[in-house]
């Protein structure tokens, strides 16, 4: 630490294809950490390792006293980089090792909230394509998707059986194994979530606790689902707060602060529901490390309330960083 100015390490990229959505949100928050007056160093991740400004370096040589994690995917947002933070003893904003690869994995994370009582859409798990017959008995439509991966890549809605096996040539392109979920028509929102101690609102410090953000309503103006096309080019539109009554509003708002507790999570993280037609939230993702990017539904949400997402980084790299000097004392 230099003159006492702390240095944040943003870390970029990563290993999928989500790689240039996360370079888009580590240059969001370089910009928000660099504006609040840390010394920030943003490090491009890839196969080839870590790299500032070209040259490939090594993290524990930085003098980082904070590392912000925007990777989404692999291998940011599976617990691979939480684990070498942790191995380094480094304070870092990412969820911990095992809480990052279960969210990551939506066949097993959905099975933990479905036993809590969380509603969760009926899926199954695959690591071939079983043949149409195999979902004579579904609901359609459904939707084929990796089961670890993120941004809506390899996502298939599929109306008619006919169309399952492309569906599942396009999830396999993405990884290896396959989630098939029967559909839920209805509204899509997003409800976005922190733990802090620090109130925005009031600019008090109370006791630390999840607090839910605000809740987003996603309508894609072309094709029927918030694809990837929808999310990053535009091909949606995003309304802040959500037009649903005040009463659902507060359930999705419980709901989304206990999903965050009973899964020990960490930093900014955002959950995804579709309302269906009972006007009862149905639970689809947990996204354990929300995009950032101009493009992304966190800064709307951090806009709509008024705060500032400077002061909200700022705010949680600093609780981090007193939380890992209490565990290490």
Same mark, same amino acid.
Request: charged share 20%; hydrophobic share 40%.
């Given at each position: 630490?230099?003159?006492?100015? &702390? ?5 970029? @990229?990563? %290993? ?10 580590? $240059? ?9 007056? *840390? ?5 491009? #991740?890839?196969?080839?390792? *870590? ?9 524990? /040589? ?54 809590? @009582? ?12 079983? @043949?149409?017959?195999?979902? &004579? ?25 006919? $169309? ?12 290896? $194994?396959?989630?098939?979920?029967? @559909? ?32 987003? +309503?996603?309508?894609?103006? /072309? ?8 999310? %990053? ?19 999705? /708002? ?10 020990? =999570? &960490? ?9 269906? +037609? ?13 995009? =950032? ?6 800064? $709307? ?9 400077? /002061? #909200? ?17």
């Amino acid at each position: 630490m230099e003159n006492g100015v &702390k240095t944040v390490v943003v870390l970029a @990229g990563g %290993y999928s294809s989500e790689h240039e959505i996360s370079l888009a949100s580590g $240059q969001t928050a370089y910009a928000a950490f660099e504006s609040a007056g *840390y010394r920030t160093l943003f490090v491009k #991740v890839d196969r080839s390792g *870590y790299s500032l400004e070209g040259k490939n370096v090594r993290l524990e /040589e930085l003098g980082a006293d904070y590392i912000f994690n925007s990777i989404h995917g692999s291998p940011g947002e599976d617990g691979h980089i939480s684990g070498v933070l942790e191995l380094l003893n480094l304070p870092h904003s990412t969820c911990p090792t095992f809480q990052s690869a279960l969210t990551f994995n939506k066949a097993q994370c959905n099975a933990v909230l479905r036993d809590a @009582g969380i509603r969760v859409p009926k899926g199954q798990l695959f690591n071939v394509f079983p @043949g149409t017959t195999a979902f &004579k008995h579904w609901r359609f439509p459904v939707f084929v998707k990796p089961n670890c991966a993120g941004s809506s890549y390899g996502v298939s809605r599929v109306e008619e059986p006919e $169309q399952l096996e492309a569906a599942f040539t396009y999830a396999f392109t993405e990884g290896a $194994q396959i989630l098939v979920e029967e @559909g839920v028509t209805g509204k899509e929102v997003g409800c976005g979530v922190v733990r802090t101690a620090f109130n925005f609102d009031t600019k008090s410090i109370e006791s630390e606790q999840s607090r839910a953000i605000a809740i987003t +309503e996603i309508v894609p103006t /072309e094709g029927a689902f918030f694809d990837y096309e929808a999310k %990053y080019k535009g091909k949606s539109q995003e309304i802040t707060p959500a037009r649903i009554s005040v009463a659902l509003s507060t359930k999705i /708002e419980a709901t989304s602060e206990r999903v965050y507790d009973l899964l020990n =999570l &960490k930093g900014i993280v955002r959950m995804d529901y579709i309302i269906d +037609e009972n006007e009862a939230p149905v639970l689809i993702e947990v996204n354990s490390i929300p995009g =950032l990017s101009p493009a992304s539904i966190i800064p $709307q949400q951090v806009a709509s309330r008024d705060w500032s997402l400077k /002061e #909200v980084l700022s705010r949680l790299a600093e609780e981090h960083m007193a939380a890992h000097k209490e565990k290490n004392s």
